[in-house]
């Protein structure tokens, strides 16, 4: 007889908002890299060879500079706890701007793990699976993909022979905009989002980066355009945004999902606020409460976007947006309902939380 009659169900209205809140850092570095690890603890990644670290949820944040780094740009950075982290730089190899460094004592001392000077080379994006295991890829050399793999954590860096990825379309390139255009997720599954071309692709590996295959997507690409920002829930389940950098605040349509791992994609309205999104991620928050007697707990999930023309936010899958603000952020990060994004000239922002009324939905079990 338990709950057999009557099951209630707590959900957010879709009249929800949210809101972010600057906190002050003191450096006119500009960010595209961000990593939260915890309510507490986030990274960030910057120009002027900067790596920022806070422990205390952004109350504080220390400024690392990377020596022999100054002139890099990190534009991606994953943070395994408070004390280790692994920062990627972007730029031309053979100017010799293409590095992955290492930190295993909070920020304090780097070590350059990995450089390339190949003509062509230009790193885009870096991601583990789990403590040892991760990912690094760049611009293609010799008509196919760049692409890194190490199993040490990121001590040590091997290069994947470019016969197992499928060949690029003319211009087909990456964008190195927010540390998601390469995404991991299901134990040994990597996917890596396009653009520059005709049309938008992905590639998808399904052994650690040792094979790809890739998909044609509906995305309006171009030279300027593509994909910017992908999210996988799990291996079946993704989207990806994007737009075009020289025209940021343009309406054309920006999202597409998948349901089978990146093999087909379905095209979606534009968000809201529309224009260029440069990352999408999804913020994560458990409720508990009380349905008559008996303890219920559901978990509310949201995805939220980010980009030059503002933040928006769906309760949907992405089928629909709503608009948060206009923050020009060009990445995000969250853990669980606790999250930072960043932007241009010193931008860190964290995440107040949404606000909203439960509405009880009656759902009758026979």
């Not at 850092?25 to 960030?44: G, L, M, Y």
């Not at 295993?104 to 000077?117: I, M, N, R, S």
Request: charged letters at 20%.
């Amino acid at each position: 007889m338990f709950l057999r009659n009557l099951l209630y169900c707590w959900l957010l209205t879709a009249t929800a908002w949210g809101q972010w809140k600057v906190q002050p850092a003191q450096t006119e570095a500009h960010f595209r890299a961000v990593h939260a690890v915890s309510a507490k603890v986030c990274w960030i990644g910057g120009t002027k060879g900067q790596v920022l670290r806070t422990q205390d949820g952004g109350t504080n944040w220390e400024i690392h500079s990377v020596v022999g780094a100054e002139a890099l740009d990190f534009r991606d950075i994953h943070a395994f706890n408070a004390e280790t982290a692994v920062a990627m730089s972007a730029g031309d190899a053979d100017k010799g701007a293409a590095r992955i460094y290492r930190t295993e004592d909070a920020g304090q001392t780097w070590k350059l793990v990995y450089q390339t000077h190949q003509k062509g080379a230009f790193l885009d994006g870096i991601e583990f699976w789990d403590k040892e295991h991760g990912i690094a890829f760049g611009d293609p050399i010799d008509h196919k993909f760049f692409v890194l793999t190490t199993s040490d954590g990121g001590k040590t860096w091997a290069e994947v022979p470019r016969d197992q990825f499928p060949p690029i379309e003319e211009g087909e390139a990456a964008f190195a905009a927010s540390g998601t255009s390469l995404v991991v997720s299901a134990k040994s599954w990597a996917w890596i989002g396009t653009g520059g071309s005709t049309f938008a692709r992905v590639f998808r590996s399904k052994d650690f980066g040792k094979s790809w295959e890739v998909a044609e997507t509906p995305l309006p690409a171009g030279k300027t355009s593509g994909i910017f920002g992908l999210h996988f829930f799990n291996r079946l389940r993704g989207i990806a945004v994007g737009g075009d950098y020289l025209h940021v605040s343009d309406s054309t349509q920006n999202v597409i999902v998948t349901q089978d791992g990146g093999k087909t994609w379905q095209l979606l309205p534009s968000t809201n606020p529309p224009g260029l999104k440069e990352a999408v991620t999804v913020y994560r928050q458990e409720y508990k409460g009380m349905a008559g007697e008996a303890p219920v707990a559901s978990v509310i999930e949201r995805l939220i976007t980010v980009g030059p023309s503002g933040t928006g936010y769906s309760i949907n899958g992405g089928k629909t947006w709503n608009k948060l603000d206009d923050s020009p952020f060009h990445a995000v990060s969250f853990a669980g309902k606790d999250g930072w994004a960043v932007g241009a000239k010193g931008l860190i922002a964290k995440f107040e939380g949404f606000r909203s009324t439960p509405q009880k939905k009656n759902t009758r079990k026979k």
